[in-house]
């Protein structure tokens, strides 16, 4: 009887170590997503484009030496997207800057927005993973992660910063060897700085978007019921969050168990409608935690969302 109790527990152990081991090796196994959302007005697009390509990117939680995440990063510029929108969560330690900056090389040359997650602004900290699962809001470590320094990088490339502020530019469709003559693209994009840790204020970009705007954005790391009501309120067409990690410690199929914010695990990872009018994106992410270095059913990912033009 003990012999067979031993054999069991070997066993079992056995098996417990290979399920972290492959939940381990799942942080590194990137995908990419494709999704069609159509919220432009015929006629907005240029006679040779199929559709506006927003390359959505979140939660990289870099550290110094994931060079393969930063590689696969890096080759996301070859799918030539028209925008680039980075929802935060870029680092995972202090010294992940610099890999942050060479993950995003190329595509800082395009247009670009970007908000940022409490994880910009503070340190992880240890934490047991068996806490995320029962969903406890955790509060952010008191290290500061230099993100100022990012931010001016970012900046400096050209990215516009959209916390707590409105942005508004114009995609120019000559600039990318369309057609001559082509129409501008115009975006109204407004954002807030992480809700989950209270530190949005949607106060600041309160009402409707430019009329002119082709296409209206709004952008939320987390994606929290009351700012995307708000959002929705005043007329925004599509909310772009991350946060979630899609869950991360997932079920078979990709079945959340909690999504560490105010929405349901329904709308944990991809494309949704928040309302008739407004829909919802959520990444579920390229990285975790340095301290929760496991993935199960939920690959890291980002998204290219080719928004069309409304049927007729």
Known sequence: ?????????????????????????????????????????PG???????????????????????????RWISQLDDLDPDLVINTGDN???????????NALGPLLDRPGVFVFGSNDYFAPRPVNPFIYLLGKKR???????????????????????????RVEFAIDPEATGSLSGAPKLK??????DD????????????????PDADLAI??????????LDRFAADG????????????????????????????DRTRVAGLSRWTERMWLHVSNGLGNSKYVPFRTFCRPSATLVHVTEKTR
């Not at 090796?25 to 159509?38: A, D, K, M």
């Not at 975006?187 to 807030?192: D, E, H, T």
């Not at 067409?237 to 914010?261: D, E, K």
């Open 44 to 70: 907005s697009l240029p006679d040779d484009w199929e559709s506006f390509r927003i390359l959505h990117v979140s939660d990289f939680h870099m550290l110094a030496n994931q060079t393969t995440k930063q």
């Open 195 to 210: 809700p989950h840790h209270d530190l949005d204020d949607y106060d600041a970009i309160a009402g409707p978007p430019n």
């Open 187 to 192: 975006l109204a994009i407004a954002g807030v």
């Open 1 to 41: 009887m003990a012999a067979k109790l031993a054999a069991a527990a070997g066993a079992a152990t056995v098996a417990g170590l290979g399920t972290l081991a492959a939940a381990n090796r799942e942080i590194t196994q990137f995908r990419l997503h494709h999704v069609e959302v159509p919220l432009l007005e």
């Open 218 to 227: 709004g952008l939320s790391h987390s994606p929290e019921p009351a700012v």
């Open 236 to 263: 925004y067409q599509l909310v772009l969050s991350g946060h979630t990690h899609g869950g991360q410690l997932c079920l078979p199929g990709g079945r959340a168990i909690v999504t560490n914010c105010g929405i």
């Open 139 to 165: 509060k952010p470590s008191s290290v500061e992660l230099p993100w100022k320094g990012m931010r001016a990088a970012f900046i400096e490339r050209g990215w516009f910063d959209a916390t707590n502020t």
């Open 91 to 101: 680092l995972g330690e202090a010294e992940g800057v610099p890999g942050v900056l």
